[in-house]
């Protein structure tokens, strides 16, 4: 049973940089393309990026340029360099496969940009 892991989150000013981990269990992570979510509260869960097996990456319109999704097969694990945060970020993040998710969604980690 794949299982997502994520870690990383905090309360931090506007302006400042977080550093988001996700480690994957028990999947055939190299394989797969993966992707960082965020559900902010009375809103849909949607992408924030994806990165394909090859490197390739995808961002949301209001994260270029400030996000950068990453990606360690070695380690099972991607990332998601944040920074300018804004407080328009705030949300629970959760990382998942992408485009399809299959495997039940982990707890998150909570991300808090205060103004």
């Known amino acids: 049973q794949a299982q997502f892991v994520e870690s990383g989150g905090g309360l931090v000013q506007a302006g400042r940089s977080l550093t988001l981990s996700c480690a994957a269990s028990?999947?055939?992570?190299?394989?797969?393309?993966m992707g960082w979510y965020r559900q902010a509260p009375g809103k849909q869960r949607e992408l924030v990026a994806a990165?394909?097996?090859?490197?390739?990456?995808h961002y949301i319109d209001s994260v270029k340029g400030r996000f950068s999704i990453s990606r360690d097969n070695a380690k099972n694990t991607v990332y998601l360099q944040m920074n300018s945060l804004k407080p328009e970020d705030t949300a629970v993040y959760y990382c998942?496969?992408?485009?399809?998710?299959?495997?039940?969604w982990g707890q998150g980690t909570q991300v808090t940009v205060s103004s």
């Open positions: 028990g999947s055939t992570f190299s394989l797969d393309a």
């Open positions: 998942n496969t992408w485009p399809t998710t299959p495997v039940p």
């Open positions: 990165i394909l097996r090859s490197g390739g990456t």
